[in-house]
């Protein structure tokens, strides 16, 4: 877990991209799925691609909010 998150730290996806939260939900959502292993606090290589995939899902979700309520604000003037 902990490499996870100073990965993320590292590529400064945590705190810009998302938030410390956020990435050790995911971390826990992927560790604890059906194709889960026996080993809580580490993740195999797999694992470890599904993380960096939901990560990726929500930036892309995050962002396009943030560009929807742009839109919609410069719409409004």
Request: hydrophobic share 45%; charged share 30%; net charge negative.
């Amino acid at each position: 877990m902990d490499e996870f998150t100073k990965f993320l730290l590292n590529f400064e996806v945590v705190p810009h991209c998302v938030s410390k939260r956020d990435a050790l939900d995911i971390f826990r959502a992927v560790n604890e799925g059906d194709d889960a292993d026996e080993f809580q606090d580490e993740l195999n290589f797999p694992e470890f691609i599904e993380c960096l995939a939901r990560v990726s899902l929500l930036v892309a979700e995050k962002v396009h909010d943030k560009l929807t309520e742009t839109a919609a604000t410069i719409s409004e003037v």
